[in-house]
């Protein structure tokens, strides 16, 4: 796979629009507020803002910016999360002169504040049985050092974070899978982040992961 620097602008503004094209469904899902897609397209877009005024700083400085500025702009539960996630991916890119297809994993994990492994049970359990499920149970015993036998987890415990999102850019680009083994993938990740305290930050959350992960996909093939 390719190394190629990231423009931040860039990967933050697809987020914004493809949480723009969700912004009704998030907002039905949120069954408290019902403004949960409106607040996460405005975060996404002050993040896409903070980007662009800063676009010749370093990423750490970039995302610290943005951090700051969405506490200042923003006052939701989900744009705190955010906040929050950006000061993480900022404090972990400190001395980092631009940020890669390879350390984006990094900036994807701070963001969402997904724990460093997850669970192997939490994939194997949500991949269906067709040849799709075979190709991920192949993709988890390499990821694992172990064979993974298709819907029975027989692998060590946990997987590594970083290796788990490069195996979604795999799939991404080889698109040699169906939608539900991604999805796996996308909700191990999700499970045990920071946005995993309601159904509808999963599943904003899911969104903003997918959407990061089909646009770096995108980057490395140029």
């Avoid at 987020?15 to 069954?31: F, K, M, P, R």
């Avoid at 002169?97 to 994990?109: D, E, F, R, S």
């Avoid at 390499?142 to 799939?171: C, E, H, R, V, W």
């Amino acid at each position: 796979m390719a190394t190629q620097n990231v423009d931040l602008a860039q990967l933050f503004g697809t987020v914004a629009t493809a949480l723009a094209q969700n912004q009704s469904t998030l907002n039905q899902a949120d069954t408290y507020n019902h403004d949960h897609g409106d607040n996460m397209v405005e975060i996404f877009e002050v993040i896409t803002q903070a980007m662009k005024e800063k676009s010749s700083a370093a990423p750490a400085d970039q995302l610290a910016y943005a951090s700051e500025l969405l506490r200042a702009k923003t006052k939701s539960g989900s744009a705190k999360l955010y906040a929050e996630g950006l000061s993480d991916a900022s404090s972990k890119l400190q001395g980092k002169k631009a940020v890669t297809t390879n350390t984006a994993m990094t900036l994807i994990q701070a963001l969402l504040g997904a724990q460093k492994k997850v669970p192997t049970s939490t994939l194997t359990s949500k991949t269906s049985t067709d040849t799709g499920a075979d190709l991920l149970g192949s993709l988890l015993g390499g990821l694992t050092g172990a064979t993974t036998t298709k819907s029975t987890g027989k692998s060590p415990s946990k997987i590594d974070i970083n290796k788990l999102l490069k195996a979604g850019m795999s799939y991404v680009e080889a698109k040699q899978s169906g939608s539900s083994d991604l999805d796996a993938i996308l909700n191990a990740v999700v499970s045990t982040s920071r946005v995993s305290d309601s159904d509808y930050h999963a599943q904003s959350g899911a969104i903003v992961a997918n959407t990061l992960l089909q646009a770096l996909t995108r980057m490395t093939s140029k």
